[in-house]
């Protein structure tokens, strides 16, 4: 326990002052009940009950100092809060119109209902991939931000699943809407080598997951798997959610017919490696009940919070208690 007023402790220092006051107090009160015996006159007392009312006052006046140094301690508090990155796949193939009117409109849409329903508490970032991939919108609670991130992406080219989320742990590690400072693209500096991180144990999860969307198979460097165990040791869990059927379906792209099929055992694959969980959308209604199924764990983080209130209340029912057993037993305040 912290205390923000720590030198108004010195104030403790009037309780063992009153206990020597009020042994003072209890050895004149024995003088003169042994005078008064000498005289032929019986004092009669209380016996132990006599102590009960000025020890709870002592203890009350005790809490009620320690409250006037405005303790902290830490506690868990009951709410959710973490950090969720969205990333889609923005390769050509998302321009196929299985799902009106496209598989990218669809997922927009999807997504909107899901970055709606989340709490303050929960900051979204959002990272686009195709043959590479880069954050369009670093982590925030600001829902009109998030929205107007994934409305401006648009189909490019490629799949790459590795990059993807890469860009993503990237994107949690760099930013939050406090700190977040964007990334140097160019530099004429030698980089200096950095210490590798230590892997978080099994189990252990941080307060922040992926949303993985994609239609088709990587077809790009570096190797989805490889990261995805990269992902598991960081503690990052990776939902993954594929679009259209494992047959596939073919496109027109730039003039170019290009077939793309759902590589569904990888994408299970990478959110089992994680601990996290696949889903597979061949409609925009099927898009609508995964973002609504998907209820991800965030570490609840322990807070310094002040108790001043609970220190103050407890010394005053502690008064409280003292006067109702003087009144009682003796028919005086202590």
């Known amino acids: 326990m912290e205390f923000e007023w720590p030198a108004l402790l010195l104030l403790l220092l009037l309780a063992p002052v009153l206990v020597?006051?009020?042994?003072?107090?209890?050895?004149?009160?024995?003088?003169?009940?042994?005078?008064?015996?000498?005289?032929?006159?019986?004092?009669?007392?209380?016996?132990?009950?006599?102590?009960?009312?000025p020890g709870l006052f002592l203890l009350g006046l005790v809490c009620l100092l320690l409250a006037s140094a405005r303790p902290h301690t830490t506690v868990s508090l009951p709410r959710r809060e973490g950090t969720v990155i969205l990333a889609f796949d923005v390769s050509g193939s998302m321009s196929a119109e299985d799902m009106q009117p496209n598989r990218m409109e669809a997922a927009k849409a999807a997504v909107q209902d899901f970055v709606e329903r989340q709490p303050e508490s929960i900051l979204v970032g959002v990272v686009a991939f195709s043959d590479s991939g880069f954050s369009v919108q670093h982590p925030t609670n600001d829902k009109a931000e998030i929205l107007a991130a994934i409305n401006r992406m648009k189909?490019?080219?490629?799949?790459?699943?590795?990059?993807?989320?890469?860009?993503?742990?990237?994107?949690?590690?760099?930013?939050?809407?406090?700190?977040?400072?964007?990334?140097?693209?160019?530099?004429?500096?030698?980089p200096e080598p950095t210490a590798t991180p230590t892997p978080m144990p099994p189990g252990i999860y941080q307060p922040a997951v992926?949303?993985?969307?994609?239609?088709?198979?990587?077809?790009?460097?570096?190797?989805?798997?490889?990261?995805?165990?990269?992902?598991?040791?960081?503690?990052?869990?990776?939902?993954?959610?594929?679009?259209?059927?494992?047959?596939?379906?073919?496109?027109?792209?730039?003039?170019?017919?290009?077939?793309?099929?759902?590589?569904?055992?990888?994408?299970?694959?990478?959110?089992?490696?994680t601990d996290g969980e696949y889903f597979q959308a061949q409609t925009e209604e099927d898009l609508h009940k995964i973002y609504e199924t998907i209820t991800p764990q965030f570490v609840v983080k322990p807070e310094s919070t002040e108790v001043t209130a609970l220190f103050a209340a407890g010394g005053l029912l502690i008064f409280l208690l003292a006067g109702i057993f003087s009144l009682v037993w003796f028919s005086r305040l202590p």
Do not use: C
Not at 221 to 249: K, M, N, W
């Open 20 to 53: 020597l006051v009020y042994l003072r107090a209890q050895r004149r009160r024995q003088q003169m009940a042994a005078r008064f015996a000498s005289l032929g006159v019986a004092a009669t007392g209380a016996g132990w009950r006599r102590h009960i009312p």
């Open 155 to 190: 189909p490019q080219r490629g799949t790459a699943l590795g990059s993807g989320i890469l860009a993503s742990l990237n994107t949690i590690t760099s930013g939050n809407a406090a700190n977040w400072v964007a990334p140097k693209v160019f530099s004429n500096l030698t």
């Open 210 to 273: 992926i949303i993985l969307l994609t239609d088709g198979d990587n077809n790009q460097d570096p190797d989805p798997q490889e990261v995805a165990q990269f992902s598991a040791e960081r503690g990052v869990r990776i939902y993954t959610i594929g679009i259209g059927s494992e047959a596939g379906a073919t496109v027109t792209v730039n003039g170019f017919t290009v077939h793309t099929e759902l590589n569904a055992d990888l994408l299970r694959a990478i959110a089992e490696t």
